[in-house]
């Protein structure tokens, strides 16, 4: 069985996307991983699946690199709104995720505007295996103490001196399965430039060191904001490039970025089974 998927990217941020609104394609979680992995298929941080949704334009769901799902993907929230776009020639859409709905318009110039709605801050809605203080948890890298919340999804955000030099590649992978974490944890190191510019580093859960995050820039700008260190509206620089990200007065957050397609293809599905 063949499959056309178009691979996109957000500030570097990968994705393999398949249209299985007609069809569903019955990815297994092995299968997932193969088409995933940059060797041996497609390649990309997570593999997404636009699917029909009842209450909503499409519902997104999203794969990581090793075959797991998440909740919340903010830069691939951007590429499937960029994809409705050329379809449709509308600019606002709604997509529904396993966290909830997300909406996001079109700005132009590839440059698409989301609305992850409202960090959650209490320790089980992150969740947490046992009831602690999010904004300062018991886990430390140096100097640094993790922030902890949900934005659909669990993050914690290292505020350190250089982010550059966290060797993020040896450190990720306890921090991500570290056992504070029942669901595992996408790891941000953070560098305050200036009040209204951030440096992040993320090692994401199911992906590892990836060149950017959407939701943990959104997780990042939010808990600067509660240790005091900056103001609601902030660009994040990360290895692939910037988003803005803006806490609003509501609670939601907004993220605002490009999006870039990079290809379109067809893979034999068959071939890249376990």
């Given at each position: 069985m063949r499959a056309s998927f178009v691979k996109m990217h957000g500030t570097g941020n990968d994705f393999a996307v398949f249209d299985e609104r007609r069809a569903p394609l019955g990815l297994s979680a092995p299968q997932v991983a193969i088409l995933a992995d940059r060797h041996r298929?497609?390649?990309?941080?997570?593999?997404?699946?636009i699917e029909p949704s009842s209450r909503a334009d499409a519902f997104m769901r999203i794969r990581n690199a090793d075959g797991s799902e998440a909740?919340?993907?903010?830069?691939?929230?951007?590429?499937?709104?960029?994809?409705?776009?050329?379809?449709?020639?509308?600019?606002?859409?709604?997509?529904e995720t396993?966290?909830?709905?997300?909406?996001?318009?079109?700005?132009?110039?590839?440059?698409?505007r989301v609305d992850m709605g409202m960090p959650r801050f209490a320790w089980d809605d992150i969740p947490l295996a046992r009831p602690l203080d999010t904004l300062s948890l018991p886990l430390a890298v140096g100097h640094a103490q993790a922030a902890a919340?949900?934005?659909?999804?669990?993050?914690?955000?290292?505020f350190v001196a250089d982010a550059e030099a966290v060797p993020l590649a040896e450190i990720g992978p306890s921090l991500e399965h570290d056992p504070l974490f029942p669901e595992r944890v996408n790891v941000g190191f953070a560098t305050m430039l200036a009040s209204g510019l951030l440096r992040l580093r993320v090692w994401e859960r199911g992906a590892g060191a990836?060149?950017?995050?959407?939701?943990?820039?959104c997780a990042a700008v939010v808990n600067a904001n509660r240790r005091g260190l900056g103001g609601p509206v902030m660009a994040v620089v990360m290895d692939g490039g910037t988003l803005e990200i803006t806490w609003q007065a509501d609670g939601h957050v907004l993220m605002t970025g490009p999006v870039v397609t990079a290809f379109t293809g067809e893979v034999d599905l068959a071939e890249h089974s376990s």
């Open positions: 298929g497609i390649g990309c941080d997570q593999l997404i699946s909740g919340a993907c903010g830069n691939a929230t951007r590429c499937v709104a960029l994809l409705l776009e050329a379809e449709s020639g509308r600019q606002k859409f709604t997509i396993l966290s909830g709905l997300l909406t996001a318009e079109i700005l132009g110039a590839d440059q698409v919340l949900s934005m659909g999804n669990p993050h914690i955000t290292f990836t060149r950017a995050c959407g939701s943990a820039a």
